[in-house]
């Protein structure tokens, strides 16, 4: 009897969870209907329209697409120099190492400063050192976005490419010592094409953390309304523009805003499900 | 060890080796012993006894593992290996593992090159090609993957998978083959293969074979080392050993006493 009620508790956490996620799937979908219905869903997706003007209200979501697109695979780029070496340093060269523990655990520390932390020291720190360079007047823009995003995304690439790397098989890598090779070659020939597909799902994963990244990024990016002509231009991503006009937005401005909303939840779905798959394949 | 007619051709010489580690635990004590040239010498001894690790101090496998140390000589055709690149010395003393290890990622074909790559040694496709075959000939594979050279090493069988690894280390074109139980992870018909391969490569190379299996050192060895607790109790004639040894505790474990 007490097995069945448990089993029941169980059953019924599960069943809300995915009624949860239904409901805001719902929810999403119904919210942004009035929005791609005016607009149509193609047109909304390359419309780069921002138009509140009543009477001549019309939007689009590409300058949010580009802003997005644009500061997550920079902050990609960015990313791999420093959490490659760090995954090898912890994967293969140190180990089971108490500095490799410890290398861990300070790259998991990042991995738990809130993204409002990271958006003020962007705002006083790394933008400030932009505006000196002279890469732009007042250091708001894409690429400090893009810095502090790849920050932020480090971690995640680094602890899960480094557990890729730590599975290859100690008997494949002394097989190819025993054959003369240096430790540069066995991880050119042995463990990267080994770990490869796991170390790249790890990348699409933090590739989905960075898409759907709003409080730094919001703070960052100068949110102006423009596919960002350049590095250093400013621009809105999906996420900083909700954050930025969700609150003083009703009727078809708001739905506009749900259905960027609905191709994040969307877009992030996919880049997870895809990182997930390889992760799988992989194991 | 006595071979009476003909003057023994050293090709690995092993002095006072003592292998350690940790500093108080000692996993070789004062070995030495002569390898004979084109011959097979089997280690045998129980589990934990230290073949494993004298064999790896030979091509310096044991660097690997900070932690281990090495004293004592080991010579390698005269020459101090602790003196030579350690690449050299692994390409002059190949290795075979005791479970098969072909590279994954790699075909067969490339596979068997694969310590050309390692070692920056640059063919010809026709030369490679002819290499390869020569290679996969000598282990008698050649027969069953012409065809399929381009696949992966991985979907062989276990024997075939370690003759493939064998492959790969005679196209180095090494003086010494190095094997680590090489047979305990196959069949008995993948197992009968390889012992028939290491007779017929006797004539191109050495072979040291670590085996917990006494009845294969016997068919295919020519002198037997026997090692308890990191000494080397008895080194001599395969023949010899197995009829009349000379120490109680070899004679102990070929009766099967212990280990």
Not at chain 1, 212 to 220: K, R
Request: proline share 4%.
């Amino acid at each position: 009897m007490r097995d069945k009620i448990f089993k029941f508790l169980l059953l019924l956490s599960s069943v809300l969870v995915l009624l949860v996620c239904g409901g805001m799937v719902f929810s999403l979908v119904s919210g942004s209907w009035e929005a791609i219905s005016a607009f149509g869903f193609w047109n909304f997706l390359t419309s780069s329209d921002w138009n509140p003007v009543p009477g001549e209200e019309s939007y689009g979501a590409l300058p949010f697409i580009a802003g997005t697109v644009m500061t997550s695979f920079l902050a990609l780029v960015l990313c791999i120099p420093f959490s490659l070496p760090v995954a090898l340093f912890n994967g293969e060269y140190y180990k089971g190492k108490k500095i490799a523990a410890v290398i861990g655990s300070v790259v998991d520390l990042l991995a738990g400063i809130p993204s409002v932390v990271y958006g003020l020291w962007g705002f006083y720190t790394l933008r400030p050192l932009i505006t000196d360079l002279g890469l732009s007047d007042q250091g708001f823009g894409v690429l400090t976005a893009s810095v502090i995003l790849a920050v932020m995304i480090i971690p995640y690439s680094a602890s899960l490419s480094s557990e890729f790397f730590s599975m290859v098989p100690g008997d494949l890598k002394e097989g190819a010592f025993s054959l003369g090779a240096t430790r540069y070659e066995v991880i050119r020939n042995v463990i990267f094409p080994f770990a490869g597909s796991g170390v790249f799902a790890s990348y699409i994963l933090a590739l989905g953390r960075a898409l759907g990244e709003t409080m730094a990024v919001t703070m960052l990016i100068g949110n102006t309304i423009n596919i960002p002509s350049s590095l250093v231009d400013t621009g809105n991503t999906m996420a900083s523009v909700i954050a930025n006009q969700f609150g003083e937005a009703d009727g078809l401005k708001l739905s506009s805003l749900i259905a960027i909303g609905l191709l994040l939840f969307l877009i992030t779905a996919v880049i997870n499900f895809i990182g997930k798959m390889v992760i799988k394949k992989f194991s | 060890m006595s071979e009476t007619n003909d003057k023994i051709d050293t090709v690995l010489r092993m002095r006072n080796v003592c292998i350690s580690y940790t500093r108080d635990k000692m996993a070789v004590n004062d070995v030495s012993a002569d390898i004979a040239r084109n011959r097979i010498t089997a280690i045998m001894g129980p589990s934990g006894c230290g073949k494993s690790t004298l064999l790896r101090a030979v091509n310096r496998m044991h660097e690997l593992y900070p932690d281990i140390t090495v004293k004592g000589d080991i010579l390698l055709n005269g020459k101090d290996i602790m003196k030579m690149n350690p690449m050299e010395v692994r390409r002059m003393a190949g290795m075979v593992f005791q479970r098969p290890n072909p590279f994954p990622t790699m075909s067969i074909y490339e596979n068997v090159v694969a310590g050309l790559k390692f070692n920056d040694i640059k063919q010809g496709r026709s030369e490679r090609d002819e290499l390869v075959e020569n290679c996969l000939r000598s282990v008698s594979l050649w027969d069953e993957v012409k065809d399929s050279l381009n696949k992966r090493g991985t979907f062989l069988s276990g024997g075939q998978q370690q003759r493939l690894c064998i492959a790969r280390a005679l196209a180095l074109k090494p003086d010494v083959l190095l094997m680590d139980e090489p047979t305990s992870a196959l069949d008995p018909v993948a197992t009968n293969r390889i012992e028939e391969l290491l007779l017929e490569l006797k004539q191109q190379l050495t072979i040291v074979i670590v085996t917990h299996n006494m009845s294969q050192a016997a068919r295919i060895s020519d002198y037997s080392m026997f090692m308890y607790l990191g000494e080397l109790v008895e080194f001599d004639n395969t023949e010899k050993m197995f009829t009349a040894p000379s120490d109680k505790r070899t004679e102990e474990y070929l009766n099967g006493r212990f280990g």
